[in-house]
């Protein structure tokens, strides 16, 4: 029965239906959904790993059982794992391994807009690449089949509008491969010098076989047009743009296995036409290879390397690069949404991390920031970090930023702080944390334990007791690992408690040793977390002096009439209560009823 499936979700039929038994993954958007579909189905184990790296890793171990697997990740997760993954491709497989990856062009939710296509070359892996949900489950299906016969993982590319978009789909039952059991080989599986040298010239001969199936996979497609003087060549969310545009009236090459590329593919595909022109997103990864055998195309000169391409995008492209005006995009009246004012991002009303930056932002501290909601805290009125750069860099940056303090007069030494939350600390910050107290840096690290991570949706994490079905699971207890690792001074605030919190905060950077601080409150989304009436605000003895506007809850406003509460946002966390001087948020709806 034919079904509306996301991308993501129809990548996990995907994995289901070609008899996939071990899925280890990493939260990250917009990659996040694949496993956790992959876990709804019972003959799948599908769980969170603490990072990438351990995801891979895990995955390629399941695999060497005859298995096959599934490791899934968003593009900045595949840096993290770049290790193992370029040394499995030199050992290969023993069960199909597929490695998942989303891509996030338009920064939707990312800190760049990487090309993870480049890592398939870097790698010699290849890479397919769906368009569409029906594709997502056809893909998943035939890159077991390549895995398996040509004895290598197989990167599946997705993106943000593949994963979260939906199209048809027709699910069919799950067929379980033959089979194969796990065999000693040192030579294929131990990576010393001697072993990873005859492995190589392997990875090469697979690479120009791969590149032969490229001819004639289904993966890769020609398309007829009845207009033959001008050759398209795209794939993935690009291809749907393409033919919005063009419907079939030149011939298209829509490319499904993006790497590798047979030389003779492009060349006969390209042959005869007046023009060629390369439609794909970020970089020119096709359009070098096009350039590379001295065929003259068109491409990023029309098609932006910066952020997401579309329809209306396209179509200007295209319009310049083959000069036809005919396919520019009708004038409109205007922008139908320009009197639509900007939603910046905020946290939420009763996030617990809002009090604590709060705090940090009115002691001018400098904050080495991580990656999460918490993020966040960089933004008016806040303004609370200084840094962001990829998982785990606060904690390793701190240490760096205060011993380089320490060699100069700098008054930054004591005066900075690195945040990072639970299950970050979790995917990298432990060795950074090591790394502070092996090397005696006096610097406070302020985990954000919001029992959660938060940023992707709720997925559990090795804090929160529980795995990824929901089961009762080991809880990492942060206190007593901080304290293991050797740090002397390990202290626990609640976020919402601004007094003590400032005063824990000045009492740990005064001191001369490392130190943790955690600052313990669950995310205020949680289902199991309850809250309080909404405030109820005194409008009569508020002076309008806009104080509690400083933490930037979205549950506030201040008016004419003065300070008013959107009650169906307000959770009655209490925080702007401790901020007015004037008694103008003093109760909230249950001491009024007292």
Known sequence: MKKLMLGNEAAARGLYEAGCTFVSSYPGTPSTEITEFAAKYDEIYAEWAPNEKVAMESAFGACLTGQRTFCGMKHVGLNVAAD????????????????????????HSSQNEQ?????????????????????????????????????????????????????????????????????????????????????????????EDLKKLSEDTPLNRIEKGADRSV????????????????????????????WPVSDDLLRSF???????????????????????????????????????????????????????????????DGDPFSDIPNRPPVMCAGCPHRGLFYILSKLKLNVIGDIGCYTLGAIEPLNAIDTTICMGASVSGIHGFNKASSFTDSKNEGHTVAVIGDSTFMHSGMTGLVNIAYNDSNSTVIIL???????????????????????????????????????????????YDLSETEKVIREE????????????????????VKHKPAIVPDQDKCIKCRMCMKIGCPAIMVTDKG?????????????????????ALGNNGEEVQK
Do not use: W
């Open 270 to 332: 390209c042959e005869g036409h007046a023009k060629v022109v390369v439609v794909e997103e970020l970089d020119g990864f096709i359009e070098g290879m096009v350039r590379t055998l001295g065929i003259e195309c068109s491409g990023k000169e029309f098609f932006s390397e910066l952020g997401e391409l579309s329809q209306n995008l396209v179509r200007t492209g295209l319009a310049k690069a083959i000069g036809d005006d005919s396919l520019l995009p009708e004038e409109s």
């Open 563 to 583: 300070v008013e509460i959107d009650h169906t946002l307000c959770v009655g966390c209490g925080v702007c209560t401790e901020l007015c001087k004037f008694g």
């Open 449 to 495: 334990d919001n029992s959660i991570t938060g940023m992707t949706g709720h997925q559990e994490n090795p804090t929160t007791g529980k795995n990824l079905k929901g089961d009762p699971a080991l809880k990492v207890d942060l206190e007593a690992l901080c304290t293991a690792v050797g740090i002397p001074s390990v202290r626990v605030v609640d976020p």
């Open 115 to 207: 090309d993870s296509r480049h890592y398939a070359r870097a790698s010699k892996i290849p890479m397919v690449e769906p368009a569409d949900s029906a594709e997502a489950i056809e893909y998943v299906k035939i890159a077991y089949e390549i895995s398996e016969k040509f004895d290598t993982p197989v990167i599946l590319k997705m993106c943000t509008r593949v994963s979260h978009s939906q199209s048809v789909v027709e699910p069919s039952e799950r067929v379980m491969p033959e089979a194969r059991p796990y065999v000693k080989d040192g030579d294929k599986y131990i990576m010393m010098p001697g072993m990873a040298k005859k492995r190589h010239p392997l990875v090469e001969k697979r690479t």
């Open 84 to 107: 193992p993954l370029f040394t499995i491709s030199y050992t290969g497989v023993n069960g199909g391994m597929i490695i998942g990856v989303a891509d996030d062009p338009g920064m």
């Open 509 to 528: 950077i005064g001191k001369a040793c490392p130190s943790v601080i955690i600052s313990r409150r669950p995310c205020a989304l949680l289902k199991y």
């Open 231 to 258: 050759a398209v060549i795209t794939d993935s969310t690009s291809y749907q743009y393409v033919k919005e545009v063009l419907g079939d009236r030149f011939d298209i090459l829509k490319l499904g296995l993006i």
